[in-house]
């Protein structure tokens, strides 16, 4: 694969990152359970730091990381939706929105691995695939949790 379609990769990647970060922020911001709030906190510093090591590698493959990426990702509608959930500030509904986004995150990610690329960028890539997969499997049952609690 030339470096002008691994730039295009990582720059894919970045947007869904960027996304997930201002994500997780609006989430942390708009609702009140404390642990909900750290966690969130935390997730969003994590795709900040993704999006570092992704922008290194887009430099490193004679790229420029797109600074704005684009609106029309299915992970930025998902964002969409969340932060009208927020509205709402009904912690299972935002919980809900979370998973979809993360599940978003995790199939670009999946579909980032099928290219052809250099040992060391798909090693990265495929760790941060793994940390997507445990966001989206611990919102999902965070929110699984908050349907039996409001079940209940």
């Not at 998973?99 to 579909?111: D, L, S």
């Not at 997507?132 to 349907?147: E, F, G, I, L």
Request: hydrophobic share 35%; net charge negative.
């Amino acid at each position: 694969m030339d470096n002008a379609k691994i730039v295009s990769v990582l720059n894919g990647l970045i947007e869904i990152s960027r996304d997930g970060a201002e994500g997780f922020r609006t989430c942390a911001e708009d609702v009140d359970d404390a642990a909900l709030k750290l966690y969130f906190r935390n997730r969003a510093e994590s795709c900040e730091k993704a999006i570092h090591e992704l922008n290194t590698e887009v430099r490193r493959h004679g790229g420029d990381p797109d600074p704005d990426g684009t609106l029309t990702g299915t992970l930025h509608r998902a964002w969409v939706n969340l932060k009208t959930a927020i509205i709402s500030q009904d912690n299972l509904t935002v919980l809900e929105e979370c998973e979809r986004g993360e599940a978003a995150a995790v199939v670009a990610y999946e579909n980032a691995l099928r290219e052809e690329l250099p040992g060391e960028l798909r090693a990265l890539i495929d760790t941060q695939l793994d940390g997507a997969k445990r966001n989206h499997d611990r919102v999902r049952q965070m929110r699984d949790t908050a349907r039996h609690s409001k079940a209940t």
